[in-house]
C-alpha cells in the first residue's frame, strides 16, 4: 500500500522554515512571535499528521485495519519499533514530543513554546526518517 505523505512532508518544509526565520530573528521583535508561533503550529501539525500516517503503516501488521484504528498514539510507536520500522530510541523521543503536546495542551504561554523549540531539531529529523518510514522510501 502507497501511503501519501505530501502534507505531512510540506508541514516539515513549513516547519524548517518557521525555524529557520525564528533563529534570524530577535526575541521582542513582533516577527519573532509570529515565528515561534508557526513553530508550535507546525509541531502540532507535523505530530499529529505523523501519527495519522504512522496508524495506516501499522495496518499491514495486524489482521485488520480496526486493531491498529485502535491503537493509542504512543503505542503506534511501540509497535512500530517491534515490527522494526524505528529503533527503541527513536520511539523514547516520539513519547517525549508527545508528552510536550499533551502536558501543555492548553498552555500557549512562552514555557510551551520554548519547550517546544528545544525539541525542534531532533523532531525535525524524526519526522522525516518516519516520513520515509511511512511511504517505504526507507526501506532497503
Known sequence: MIIDT???RRCLVSLERAQNALER???GDA???VYRAACVKEF???LEQSGKLLRKRLSAYF???RHADRLPFKDLFRHAARHGLIDTDTVERWLQYRDNRNDTAHDYGEGFADAT???LPAFIADALDLADV???SGDD
Open 6 to 8: 505530501i502534507f505531512l
Open 25 to 27: 530573528s530577535q526575541p
Open 31 to 33: 516577527m519573532y512571535d
Open 44 to 46: 502540532e501539525l507535523v
Open 63 to 65: 489482521a485488520g485495519n
Open 117 to 119: 523549540l528545544t525539541l
Open 134 to 136: 511511512i511511504d517505504g
